[in-house]
């Protein structure tokens, strides 16, 4: 590996998972086999099979829709609120003593590094459902009503899949609202330990139901008639067709979507913080993150001492195993997104930019991308402009603040920034004239359940996290 130190390799045991050859469908609290085929997941380090997962199929989405309307009408929305948090705290309390084991399958079926699903994922999620237990009693004081909107269905992405399942779920409960929810084809099998979660924590059958597949099942949970709410995480290109999809019915919707997020780093900027900030920005998750910062505007007076120290850093990244606790960057989620990525960045060398990646020896087995960085980047270049969701890094200068503006602003999304400076004023300067959902200053990539997110422009609509959250889950004040 790339390494300049060395070190013993520390990995997590595997032991304190338990994944079964096949899994059925979570329908009405229980789990039912599908009517459909089933899919493999498999651990994308190494191209092992892990399971066959059901692959849920029209009248099975349509039984899980029709389970979590039954729990809705005769349980859930008459439940007192109080009553509700009692079973979000048990599920969060639950997430905290199985956090070992919930980290470990998280890094098996993804392929992030444990100290991410250890030290990050997990205890997120587990804030979440904390927080939003914390509002369910609440929430006449919320400024969005108490009324629930019925069933929610919900579609989310591989790169974070078991926080992704916390945003969705835990303010929809929390609101009085049953879900049907399908993570992504690649990672499963959190989802689906969840759902043991929620048997072991006795949430009544059909309060959360957990259906399996890949775009067709997603499909059909989106334009079932009876679904009342529609909340989906994933790329543009099919947010857009989800959005096309619920034109005309009167099912609410929120779509959190790509990014192409501009770190903004001044010559004032205390360097060597804003170096880790950068690193942190991208190759955080292999750069797998809807807000990370894959668009470095580096100010021109300090861009080469920047560029310097960087690669330095960068060559100190420990890349491999994502079970070794040493781990910094894991594999590639799938063989098709690390293709997509291959593709984009060929894409940088035909257009000019220039190259530097971390030297390393690949594993041969799994699915593997070395931390890399383009420099010599202009504004056209699609490097610069399409979301690549994966370790490479685009480098452009500017002179002024304004013109940082004007190019970080230069982009058909609107998620997230970073500014680096020594100067308070400025920060809030930038911030007001950033258009992106959530602007960090000095830092990156901080996630916390309080705090609203969500983008502008093809970024997507509506806000996960904070009271902002609960909006899409309840009917408003009027109603
Ligand atoms: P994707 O859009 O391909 O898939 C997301 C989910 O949608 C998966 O579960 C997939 O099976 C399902 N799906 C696919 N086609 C569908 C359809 N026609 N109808 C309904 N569901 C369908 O995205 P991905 O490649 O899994 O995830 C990466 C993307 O997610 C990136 O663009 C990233 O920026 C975005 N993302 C956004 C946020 C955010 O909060 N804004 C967070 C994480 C990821």
Known sequence: MSNIFEYAPAPESRAVVDIKPSYGLFINGEFVDGHGKAFKTVNPATEEVLAEVAEADDADVDEAVKAARRAYTRVWSRMSGAERAKYLYRIARIIQERGRELAVLESIDNGKPIKESRDVDIPVVAAHFFY???????????????????????????????????????????????????????????????????????????????????????????????????????????????????????????????????????????????????????????????????????????????????????????????????????????????????????????????????????????????????????????????????????????????????????????LSAGVWTDKGSRILSMANRLRAGVVWANTFNKFDPTSPFGGYKESGYGREGGRHGLEAYLKGEDS
């Open 132 to 414: 939003y237990a914390g509002w369910a009693d609440k929430l006449e004081h919320s400024g969005y009503g108490s009324t629930p909107l019925g069933v929610a269905g919900q579609v989310i992405p591989w790169n974070f899949p078991l926080l992704m399942l916390a945003w969705k779920i835990a303010p929809a409960l929390a609101c009085g609202n049953t879900v049907v929810l399908k993570p992504a084809e690649t990672t499963p099998l959190t989802a689906l330990l969840f759902a043991e979660i929620c048997q072991q924590a006795d949430l009544p059958p059909g309060v959360v139901n957990i259906v399996t597949g890949a775009g067709d099942t997603g499909r059909a949970i989106v334009s079932h008639p009876d679904v009342d709410k529609v909340a989906f995480t994933g790329s543009t290109e099919v947010g857009k067709a989800i959005a096309r999809a619920v034109a005309g019915t009167d099912k609410k919707v929120t779509l959190e979507l790509g990014g192409k997020a501009a770190n903004i780093v001044f010559d004032d900027a205390p360097l060597d913080q804003a170096i880790e900030g950068i690193v942190n920005g991208i190759f955080f998750n292999q750069g797998h993150v809807c807000c990370a910062g894959s668009r470095l505007l580096v100010q021109e007076s300090v861009a080469d001492e920047v560029l310097e120290r960087l690669k330095r850093r960068m060559s100190t990244l420990r890349m491999g195993d994502p079970l070794d606790k040493n781990t910094d960057v894991g594999a590639i989620n799938s063989g098709e997104q690390l293709k997509r990525i291959r593709e984009l960045s060929e894409v940088g060398d035909a257009e000019g930019a220039e190259r530097w990646e971390v030297a390393c020896d690949l594993p041969t087995k799994g699915f593997w991308f070395p931390p890399t960085l383009f420099t010599g980047v202009s504004q056209a270049h699609r490097i610069a402009r399409e979301e690549i969701f994966g370790p490479v890094l685009s480098v452009l200068t500017f002179r002024t603040p304004s013109e940082a503006i004007e190019k970080a602003n230069n982009t058909p999304f609107g």
